[in-house]
């Protein structure tokens, strides 16, 4: 491989980077290379739906990544799990099936042109997707993108939360990617046949069966190669050994919100003067790089109930070989999906335009923690039951800079949660919401006593200290190598081309304009779709 030339190189085969494989490589014309610092996706727990749980620290799958202490989170440092593996994140994430708001793409189109405004997205998003519920104005079939509607073997505590819900005056909503955002329903996964439907198993597997497609996996890609100002290729550890490969076209960087940025600036690329105490030459003096990262934050509120929940099962011996049973026998059961069955969105003011708070409802609780592991799989000893939100469109704003010019060392990540009033002033409205929901009669019968943040926490300070002590991400960066037409505050142009150099493109969540209204592995493989678009349109 070492040596090696290819037409296209991407680094990173996470949610965008599977996409743009595919789409570069459909014609046979291009040459691709994907490189991937992680290995194969073909592990029993990133298949299985509800093992992501195993997977929150497992360093084989996971870069493990580390915030600053927060003084936003009562001086936490927060751990910001990302795939490390065939389809990235996709590959280890709550598998929810959201676009967004449109009013969320009229912001991108706003910021970067008509090619990435609702009416092009919602083009790309029906042809993605092959949606259970079948095809109409907003969803699409005979996609690579299998959607489960996931309506059958949902909890019977499901029920019971949306009518709750709709009692405080939320309306049921039967699809979150239609009409409208607002309501409460049951959500969409990237579930297929009882497994996990990563973009890599529906964009880069079919892939790798052409001819012009390599994959190199355990591969760290450690700067971009340039000559003058061009870049011309990519040097990579593997193994221990150094190697280059050459691209003849594009090298298109695909490492997410935090390694896309990490990697410019490792290249020289990004604010001169910070990459000069590092000791790196400058190849582009780019402000923006790192910098505007954008992320959901949330928490849930915990009851202990009357009634089973997922606890009963998940926790003993015998419920854990029944449910493994089930699974392994019938592909059915609560292995076979995500945690957050059902979910919603709604507004703290009636004087917004757009919900601008995310809900989710898992019939399941883990207040008490297992060292190492994110207890899906070993849940509380009693009937617990958890109801969890996050903010859609935080005004917070934190940076990803340098620790060192060591590419193995992790960047320095600064999430600035809760910096800002509004952010602070939406959460308590939000919280306050929570225990409206429960008040409600449906579930309110069911419940014994509230745990988390417990009935002796009222006062608004308190709630905010509660909130604070508590939340964290909700696993949504974006937004750290920004999409624009202005140059003054954007990192990549419209046609995500990295400005002040030449045959370099970004391709991931760190180029979205704006952070979305809702989950992030959508909008992602959006941008690997439209942005494959705005690559071949200047194809060779």
């Not at 909503?173 to 198993?201: C, H, K, L, P, W």
């Not at 910098?291 to 928490?299: A, F, K, P, T, V």
Request: proline share 6%.
């Amino acid at each position: 491989m070492d040596g090696a030339t290819f037409d296209y190189v991407i680094v990173g085969a996470g949610s965008a980077g599977c996409v743009l494989a595919e789409r570069l490589s459909a014609s046979g014309r291009h040459r691709v290379l994907v490189i991937e610092a992680g290995g194969s996706d073909r592990r029993f727990y990133v298949q299985m739906p509800l093992g992501y749980g195993k997977l929150f620290y497992d360093p084989a799958v996971n870069w493990l990544y580390a915030t600053e202490p927060d003084p936003g989170l009562a001086g936490n440092r927060d751990h910001w799990p990302r795939g490390k593996v065939l389809g990235g994140s996709s590959s280890i994430n709550a598998m929810v099936w959201i676009r967004g708001h449109a009013s969320d793409y009229d912001d991108w189109e706003s910021e970067a042109g008509g090619a990435w405004g609702w009416e092009a997205a919602r083009t790309a998003y029906r042809a993605i997707e092959d949606n259970e519920a079948g095809g109409d104005d907003w969803r699409g079939t005979g996609g690579p993108l299998f959607i489960s509607a996931n309506r059958r073997d949902l909890h019977p505590l499901v029920e019971t939360f949306l009518r709750s819900a709709e009692a405080t005056g939320l309306p049921c909503n039967e699809d979150f990617n239609g009409a409208r955002q607002e309501g409460v329903g049951v959500y969409q996964m990237t579930i297929r046949n009882a497994r996990r439907n990563s973009a890599a198993r529906a964009f880069l597997r079919p892939a790798m069966k052409r001819p012009n497609v390599t994959v190199l996996t355990h591969a760290q890609v450690t700067r971009v190669l340039f000559k003058g100002r061009r870049a011309v290729g990519v040097e990579y550890q593997r193994h221990g050994r150094s190697g280059r490969v050459r691209a003849e076209s594009e090298v298109i960087i695909a490492g997410g919100a935090i390694g896309s940025p990490h990697l410019l600036m490792l290249s020289g690329i990004g604010p001169a003067a910070h990459l000069r105490t590092h000791g790196i030459d400058i190849v582009a003096d780019a402000p923006n790089v790192g910098r505007n990262l954008n992320d959901h934050q949330g928490l849930n509120y915990t009851w202990r109930m009357t009634v089973p929940t997922y606890n009963d099962i998940l926790r003993p011996w015998w419920g854990k070989a029944l449910v493994g049973m089930k699974y392994l026998l019938t592909g059915s059961g609560p292995l076979a999906k995500s945690i957050n069955h059902a979910g919603g969105f709604f507004r703290t003011s009636p004087d917004l335009t757009r919900p601008n708070m995310q809900l989710y409802f898992q019939a399941f609780s883990t207040l008490v923690p297992r060292v190492g592991e994110r207890p899906l799989l070993t849940p509380d000893p009693f009937s617990g039951l958890s109801i969890g939100l996050s903010n859609c469109r935080p005004t917070s704003r934190g940076e990803i800079t340098l620790k060192s010019a060591d590419p193995f060392v992790h960047p320095r990540i600064v999430a600035n949660a809760f910096s800002t009033e509004n952010d602070v002033a939406e959460m308590l409205a939000a919280v306050k919401f929570l225990r409206r929901i429960a008040a409600e009669g449906p579930i309110r019968s069911l419940i014994a006593e509230e745990l988390r943040p417990g009935p002796s926490v009222q006062t608004d300070d308190d709630l905010i200290a509660d909130f604070r002590a508590r939340s964290g991400t909700v696993y949504h960066p974006s937004c750290t190598a920004r999409m624009g037409r202005d140059a003054a505050t954007s990192v990549v142009d419209p046609d995500l081309r990295v400005r002040g150099v030449e045959g370099l493109r970004v391709c991931d969540a760190s180029v979205f304009p704006t952070l979305i209204g809702g989950n992030t592995n959508a909008p992602s493989i959006l941008v690997g779709w439209i942005g494959a678009e705005r690559i071949l349109k200047n194809a060779r």
